[in-house]
């Protein structure tokens, strides 16, 4: 049989380790100090850019995107290569998808502290960005199934099992949920509105953490631990059980994270109820990942790369537990919206990624360099530092989540909410906010340790570009399954028809879920008395998603007691039809807007704005003095207007063409109300006279952002009334 030498390309993985390493440092940062602006929430002070809204999105993508994703793309382009007797199929396409995904990172690292956000979760980058991720995806995907159709090994390892179908899932998942009209270019509408936008988004979020930092790394758990144990995978059966039904199920758990919101009661118990089975297939993988470890649990006492990986696989057998836990409507109502989602978020990306990452890359660079690890104690050291971190990072975060939910729904002998303050539940949680920061500060202190390892590691070795390997090719043998060949044995050597059953797979939950909502005319009751925003309005809500409020705050009112006490009337789903994008929310770390329009004054609002602490003691809101200062920007207010009605928002020519002047009128009477204050109207006119004397430009009021905020947050709830026992009706403030 003829043997055939090739070439490993190392010098692709070498490109995304380092990567990995840097954008981890990075994501982490920016992390740490979102940590500590719970703690000092004006330790960037007058700073529009780093202020924590904006910062949120910056940090979810650069760990899930950036440090995830890079590290995914290490392990996938080095196992593949080895499970495929193949050199990548293209050198070039490796270069686009490593050369272009750095450049969408470095183009969120801009964009986004600067305000341009769709809002939504783990999709916060603008349309030029959707674009450009699909476009290098596909690339990535090219470069895989190329690479798959030119091996020199017949069948197909569970391993590329699992990266076929998080090619496939995250392409199809990521063009629907990011369907939008541009009207800018960095600004865009989501084709979805209110309800259905939650549901598309949550279809794609769950299955974010799904198919992005689950499935890659299950496949390359597949690979690194029998190679790190030196031991077989234990059991191939459970593998391929693990595998289809883990795809099919996952697809339809989205719903889990609405619970109790305004979506139509099929859709939330559906995701529950696929929720629940999750557990299966989740813990057959997590079992099948330990057991390969049967035999060599004496290696983990000396050998670090093991232990990351048992702590990895044991970290995702935890999230997986407490997931379909949390889907329970019984607990949801407990959890959602409390530091409990923070916590378990954090328990599988610290554990299940960042420390399958860390064991991979122990594993990796010593054999890229074809060297020993430079020094293991100093990996020990930052397995032990890395595990008390997250300890210290979670742990505080279950309490507080614990604590949160006691106190909000917690109610005095009269029948009146016993904390109705929010801010009292938040001063409470203080001290595990310092617990976390002091866990994150440990969890990137060992990041260092890794890159320092990492180049020492590096320095004593050689690196070998190109890696001589060699194999006997493929004969070419009948498509057909033979008698004695098992179905799935069979399948595993036709990667085509492979990929087409995974993509019907995960196809049949999203149709069931997302199709009705498209399709039903009534999938929304309609309710007469909600109208679109002014224009006005659209333009405060703009500023509302792009200063990142919706991270802290939510628009959504569950049908409790404790909530419809605290925040009013609960949230009826006809209120959010002209949404676009909705915004309700999933953390409170201030309390729900949803009814917020009419209870305050104008004059509060700008005060809160400009110094929270004082209309709100106890507060950690940042202030947001740029608002009050930044001239409001209607120059694209038309165009916006006209993507609303082709959206299906009824606004009429007339309201496209006397945009400017609806704004101008009732941006005036907000600065008339605000006049009601003294102290304003004092400080405002010896700001305008000291700009006459000195011949500055002065903006007036009604001119500038906070207007257009306060117009948009003086809206919000007041579309709809309830009738009273008595048969009158309230207007809902």
């Given amino acids: 049989m003829e043997v055939q030498q090739f070439y490993y390309d190392n010098k692709i993985v070498r490109k995304f380790i380092v990567a990995t390493m840097f954008w981890g440092i990075v994501g982490m940062s920016v992390g740490l100090l979102l940590a500590f602006m719970f703690l000092f929430p004006n330790v960037t002070d007058g700073i529009s850019w780093l202020s924590f809204g904006r910062l949120r999105p910056l940090h979810t993508n ?47 690292a801009i964009t986004l ?42 069948h197909l390892y569970v391993a590329i099992w699992f990266y076929l179908g998080t090619f496939v899932t995250v392409a199809v998942l990521h063009i629907v949920n990011s369907m939008a009209i541009p009207v800018g270019a960095l600004k865009s509408y989501s084709v979805y509105a209110g309800v259905q936008d939650a549901l598309v988004q949550w279809w794609y979020g769950h299955n974010a953490v ?13 690979y690194f631990v029998p190679k790190a144990a030196n031991r077989p995978v234990y059991s191939y059966r459970l593998s391929i059980v693990h595998f289809w039904s883990l795809i099919f199920i996952y697809i339809w758990a989205g719903p889990h994270h609405l619970l109790y919101t305004s979506l139509p009661d099929w859709a939330q118990n559906l995701g529950v109820a696929f929720s629940i089975m ?48 949390l889907s329970l409507k019984n607990v949801n109502a407990i959890a959602h919206f409390s530091d409990w989602i923070i916590a378990h978020v954090h328990v ?56 949160q939910a006691l106190m909000w729904k917690e109610f005095n002998p009269d029948g009146t909410l016993k904390y109705g303050n929010f801010l009292e539940t938040l001063t409470e949680i203080i001290p595990m906010y310092w617990m976390r920061a002091i866990g994150g500060t440990m969890f990137i202190v060992g990041m260092f340790l890794l890159v320092y390892n990492m180049i020492m590691t590096a320095r004593q070795g050689s690196k070998v570009t190109d890696e001589l ?58 309710i007469s008395s909600v109208k679109p925003y002014s224009p006005l309005e659209l333009e405060g809500r703009d500023i509302y998603i792009a200063e990142g409020c919706v991270g802290c705050h939510s628009q959504m009112i569950r049908p409790f007691r404790s909530e419809v006490e605290r925040y009013g009337e609960y949230s009826k789903a006809g209120e959010f039809v002209y949404d676009h994008p909705f915004l ?14 009419g209870k305050y004054s104008d004059n509060w609002h700008l005060n809160h704005m400009y110094d929270p602490q004082s209309t709100s003691s106890g507060s950690i809101m940042p202030s947001y003095k740029w608002l009050i200062k930044n001239e409001l920007d209607k120059s694209n207010i038309e165009a916006k207007l006209n993507a609303m009605v082709a959206l299906g928002v009824p606004y009429t020519k007339q309201d496209i063409e006397t945009a400017q002047e609806s704004m101008l009128a009732q941006g005036t009477q907000i600065e008339k109300n605000l006049y009601n204050d003294p102290d304003f109207a004092k400080t405002y006119e010896a700001d305008k006279k000291y700009a006459k004397d000195n011949g500055l430009e002065f903006i007036e009021m009604r001119n500038r952002e906070i207007v257009a905020v306060i117009a948009y947050l003086q809206r919000l709830g007041i579309d709809i009334k309830v009738k009273n026992t008595d048969g009158t009706e309230t207007e809902l403030k």
């Fill in 62 to 108: 650069a760990v899930i995107f950036a440090f995830v994703g890079n590290a995914i793309f290490a392990g996938v382009y080095y196992s593949s290569q080895r499970l495929l007797k193949a050199r990548m199929w293209k050198d070039w396409l490796s270069n686009l998808n490593f050369w272009g995904w750095q450049a969408i990172i470095v183009g969120a």
């Fill in 113 to 154: 502290p600067l305000g341009y956000t769709s809002s939504k979760e783990y999709a916060e980058l603008e349309w030029p960005f959707d674009i450009a991720i699909a476009l290098i995806w596909v690339a990535f995907g090219a470069n895989l199934i190329g690479t798959i159709l030119k091996r020199r090994q017949r």
């Fill in 210 to 222: 799904a198919f992005f930092l689950t499935t890659p790394f299950l496949g390359l758990m597949y």
């Fill in 278 to 325: 999750l557990l299966a297939p989740s813990w057959g993988g997590m079992i099948n990942g330990l057991l390969t470890l049967r035999g060599a649990w004496d290696k983990v006492r000396v050998d670090p790369v093991l232990k990351f990986m048992v702590v990895a696989i044991t970290g995702y057998g935890m999230a997986t537990f407490e997931g379909p836990i």
């Fill in 348 to 403: 599988g990306a610290l554990a299940w990624n960042g420390f399958l990452t860390f064991g991979m890359i122990y594993w990796m660079v010593p054999r890229l360099f074809k060297t020993s690890l430079w020094s293991i104690k100093l990996a020990n050291a930052h397995f032990w530092i890395g595990t008390l971190g997250i300890i210290l990072y979670a742990l505080p975060m279950y309490v507080a989540g614990f604590q």
């Fill in 469 to 526: 390997a060699e194999a006997t090719p493929l004969e070419k043998v009948t498509p057909k399954r033979t008698t004695k060949e098992g179905y799935h044995t069979w399948l595993e050597r036709r990667p085509v028809k492979l990929t087409i059953y995974a993509t019907i797979a995960i196809l049949i939950g999203g149709i069931v879920q997302i199709a009705p909502s498209l399709m039903v005319d009534d999938y929304i009751p309609v």
């Fill in 584 to 597: 309700w929310g999933s953390k409170r770390t201030g309390p729900d807007l949803m009814r917020i329009g």
